[in-house]
């Protein structure tokens, strides 16, 4: 390989480049890479599928329809509004009514349901059914308390729309009975159309009863099943007053407990 | 022209020699002068660092201040390291791919001073205290029309060589070369006017991570990619292993990257389908990645040994391994349920820096430890040196990345608990900050043989040798890392 090249005619001539004096880490490398033909395998277009699916899921779930006006509320507590008082050293002294705070941890527990109910509880069109102009969330709390703590499965109707998601609730029973009832309070008063005179609280008492009555049902509850609870009916347990939250026990402010059975 | 036996002819070979003397000059000072601002940066990386973590040192300074240090140091790392020494690489690697001599030796080295000239004075200026506080975008916005003009006046003879290549298949570095060439200025001179058109400041964060995440994936990415796909073959003397999949990572990374950048602001004040298609796109890119490391996988099955002696095929390798794990920790990033605790905070620039150091410098390296002996005529002084340069830039990128990880985490529960006040995720962040002092001194420790090194090749006082210096091999016993590994294996050399 060290012989001399021979002339090329080439303008480097003049620096006499002859293979002799080239040096040798050009002699010695290997020609100019290239590229086999082997052709794709099966298997790595499924390594591809994969992560086309999973792009695809965060695209879907946290895209809010592509729509201009839908900012970013997923997962994260943007629909919380003011904090309870009592937070980031307040000491408290200054808290207000009961049924604020209520209210306000409520929304915060609220954060978990935008993702598809909506800060608005307008839901999402043909996807998820809103809150607002519900006859779930407007009426009786058993049927309301029944799907926080076993989710929904099957199609179903609110508001005259039909709806058939799959998947279409999942369960909330690893909340604790008073986040549920601060967050079924929240949409009651927030979202629901309550009849005269209805404060709309639900008590961790309530819920707590709730989960022992449903504990038996499955998990996500079919919408047959939800069907046979009584539509009226209300979580056993004293309502409360708003002020200091002490329940009203036997001597109820008029027009409140007579709605309790 | 048989593809995998060394050597091969006397025309080939006069060949390459003439166009390695014909980019010489160019490149080299591309590679020096890239050098000399690594170095800079590391100096300043490590001052920022030092300041992250210990705020009140020297807080009479202005000029030591971290929010000038820092954005210097990044810009110094980018604009004055990166893109130099990935020009140089581009020339070289282009020159010798369409087998075409470089005729305008002289343009590129005036052009260069300009480049070197506008990035010190961007680089004064955010250091003086004039910087516009957009990351990765800092220097006076006067600055950007001359940077972005010189850049492709530089690339455009890239181009020229690629238009006049000698007929034969394009081979894939090629495509990623000029792919790079070209998205660049794109990419800045997009970012540069909207950010000019005093939108809302909202919409220029947003117009500055997009700016970020497609400097990497657009250019940082290909080059780093380029050489991979040059220096595997050339070491191991096989040729890549498809085609197609080539083609297919190509084509997978050149439609997705461009939408990237808004999943950096998940839960931002942005229409909520901006971070989404950003996150996407990056779980997206992520096949595209995947599909060049299977590729270079393929290649280097059976060869993988060479790794203990070529420094070229172990630094560009390792910057691949990088790449993947880039590609996946950004991935994961784009599912909100992890983004929460790991957007906003240190963790994003463990990642940027495990991009640019880790990626794009590792495998800069190992082109330029297989460029640098072909045009100067002289080899590496110290095969101990480059091994010290391996793996205190790999201790160093390491420590950089588990520390933020761990910093990021930890800054990130806090910034999620709604009633855990801001400090305190400041102050949870900070012993772990030790790591990104830690990982700095390591780069710049590693850095010095590399400097040293590169400067004795500049001054034509290498090692005067037939045998390449190998890494675990004393200078001369072996004619090539193919060789090292048969001896080490006990088998005799064909």
């Known amino acids: 390989m060290s012989e001399p090249g021979q002339n090329m005619n080439l303008d480097y001539q003049t620096e006499g480049a002859r293979v002799s004096t080239i040096h040798h880490a050009v002699r010695r490398e290997h020609a100019e890479p290239e590229a086999g033909d082997e052709p794709v395998r099966f298997g790595w277009l499924l390594i591809g599928a994969a992560l086309l699916i999973a792009g695809g899921g965060v695209l ?149 009863s709730a989960r022992e009555e449903f504990s038996g049902l499955p998990s996500p509850l079919p919408t047959s099943e939800l069907a046979k609870l009584d539509p009226a009916a209300h979580l056993p347990g004293a309502q409360v007053d708003l002020e200091t939250g002490d329940p009203l026990g036997a001597a109820p402010a008029e027009g409140e407990e007579k709605k309790v059975p | 022209m048989s593809s995998t036996s060394p050597g091969a002819s006397p025309q080939d070979m006069q060949e390459r020699a003439a166009i390695d003397r014909s980019v010489r000059f160019p490149v080299m000072f591309f590679f020096t002068s890239a050098a000399a601002w690594l170095f800079a940066a590391t100096i300043l990386g490590m001052v920022a660092a030092l300041k992250l973590r210990v705020p009140t040192l020297w807080d009479a300074c202005p000029w030591l201040s971290f929010g000038r240090i820092f954005p210097a140091h990044m810009d110094a790392l980018i604009y004055g390291w990166a893109m130099q020494a990935g020009l140089g690489i581009m020339i070289w690697m282009m020159a010798r791919l ?84 070209v998205w660049f200025p794109w990419v800045y001179v997009t970012a540069n006017l909207i950010l000019g058109a005093k939108g809302s400041a909202v919409m220029s964060a947003g117009v500055t991570v997009w700016y970020m995440q497609n400097l990497l994936y657009f250019w940082f990415i290909p080059i780093a990619v380029a050489i991979a796909y040059y220096i595997i073959p050339k070491v191991v003397g096989r040729p890549i292993y498809s085609y197609p999949l080539a083609k297919f990572g190509f084509w997978t990374l050149a439609i997705c990257a461009g939408w990237m950048g808004f999943q950096r602001f998940y839960g931002g004040p942005f229409p909520a389908w901006m971070p989404a298609v950003g996150g996407a796109s990056t779980i997206f890119a992520l096949i595209g990645i995947t599909a060049i490391a299977v590729n270079l996988f393929y290649t280097m099955q059976g060869k993988f040994s060479l790794m203990q002696f070529s420094p070229s095929l172990r630094f560009s390798l390792f910057g691949m391994a990088m790449l993947l794990l880039f590609a996946v920790l950004s991935a994961l990033k784009s599912f909100i349920g992890i983004s929460k605790y790991l957007q906003f905070n240190l963790f994003e620039l463990g990642l940027d820096t495990l991009a640019i150091y880790g990626v794009f410098s590792m495998a800069a390296f190992g082109a330029i430890y297989f460029i640098v002996p072909r045009i100067t005529g002289c080899e590496w002084p110290h095969g101990g040196w480059i091994r010290r340069h391996f793996w205190f830039s790999t201790y160093g990128i390491l420590t950089v990345l588990v520390g ?31 790591a990104l002092v830690l990982g700095w001194v390591f780069i710049a420790f590693s850095n010095l043989g590399f400097f040293w090194q590169l400067a004795l090749m500049f001054v034509g006082k290498g090692r005067r040798s037939e045998g390449p210096t190998l890494i675990h091999v004393a200078p001369g016993e072996a004619a090539s890392a193919e060789q090292a590994a048969n001896v080490a294996k006990g088998t005799a050399h064909a």
């Open chain 2, 404 to 434: 933020m990880f761990a910093a990021g985490l930890s800054q990130g529960a806090s910034l999620d608990a709604w009633d855990t006040p801001f400090e305190v995720s400041v102050k949870v962040a900070k012993p772990w900050i030790v």
């Open chain 1, 60 to 208: 879907g779930t946290y895209s809010g329809g592509f729509s201009q006006d839908q900012t970013y509320a997923f997962a994260y507590y943007t629909g919380a509004g003011p904090r309870p008082p009592g937070a980031n050293g307040d000491d408290g002294s200054a808290k207000g009514p009961w049924i604020d705070v209520w209210m306000a941890e409520g929304k915060k527990v609220y954060g978990n349901c935008v993702a598809c109910h909506q800060a608005s509880g307008s839901g999402m069109a043909g996807q998820f059914p809103p809150l607002v102009g519900s006859e779930y969330v407007d009426g009786g709390t058993k049927r309301l308390a029944a799907i926080l703590h076993k989710g929904l499965t099957g199609p179903i109707t609110v508001g005259g729309q039909s709806y058939n998601t799959p998947n279409l609730m999942p369960a909330w029973n690893t909340l604790s009975d008073e986040k549920l009832a601060q967050v079924a309070t929240y949409i009651r008063r927030s979202f629901g159309k309550l009849p005269e005179g209805e404060s709309g609280v639900v008590t961790t008492e309530m819920m707590k």
């Open chain 2, 98 to 181: 369409s087998r075409v001599e470089l005729r305008n030796a002289t343009y590129i080295i005036v052009l260069g001073h300009v480049w070197n000239f506008g990035v010190a004075l961007g680089v004064l200026a955010v250091w003086s205290g004039f910087g516009n506080s957009r990351t990765w975008l800092d220097f006076p916005s006067m600055l950007w029309p001359m940077l972005a003009a010189t850049y492709v006046l530089i690339v455009v003879t890239i181009l020229v060589m690629f238009r006049v290549r000698r007929d034969g298949p394009v081979f894939i570095s090629e495509e990623y070369l000029v792919a790079a060439a």
